[in-house]
């Protein structure tokens, strides 16, 4: 008996997969992390660094992708984020 996966496509570059890292988001084809890949950015990596770091496993595209994901998941859910008001 065959065991079919049912891969999420969340844009070009990244997927999630019950069989693949527990289905957290990673880069398709890849088990890197989308996650690891932001924190590198946030950090201020450079992008060809980060590829390097992947051995050449991600590419620009695929980095641009989910800082856009990453953008707009803050913008759709900024009030999760919220810690305490500001104040005036």
């Not at 890849?30 to 051995?55: F, H, K, Y």
């Amino acid at each position: 008996m065959n065991k079919t996966t049912t891969a999420h496509f969340m844009g070009r570059y990244i997927v999630t997969d019950p069989e693949i890292c527990h289905g957290k988001p990673t880069f398709r084809g890849t088990r890197v992390l989308v996650a690891d890949v932001l924190e590198q950015v946030a950090s201020g990596m450079a992008w060809e660094t980060i590829i390097e770091e992947w051995n050449n496993s991600i590419i620009k595209d695929a980095i641009r992708e989910a800082v856009q994901l990453a953008s707009q998941a803050l913008i759709k859910h900024a009030d999760e984020f919220v810690l305490e008001p500001l104040a005036a």
